[in-house]
């Protein structure tokens, strides 16, 4: 949940937007609890970028 919330500060700008977003993502995991499945694993461009980076410095 706290990765959705950066990402809907980044994304929207209008606060009904980001409300209306983070609803969704609530909505979506209680439904997948709710029916005892297992949410993927969520990755986002910024981790990414940052194993990029370290397998960069790694490689010096």
């Not at 990402?7 to 993502?25: A, E, G, P, T, Y």
Request: hydrophobic share 30%; aromatic share 4%; glycine share 2%.
């Amino acid at each position: 949940m706290r990765e959705a919330e950066k990402l809907s500060q980044q994304l929207f700008k209008n606060s009904n937007d980001k409300n209306r977003f983070m609803d969704k993502i609530r909505n979506q995991l209680v439904n997948k609890v709710s029916q005892g499945l297992k949410s993927p694993d969520v990755k986002l461009k910024e981790e990414r970028i940052i194993k990029q980076e370290k397998e960069i410095e790694n490689a010096r």
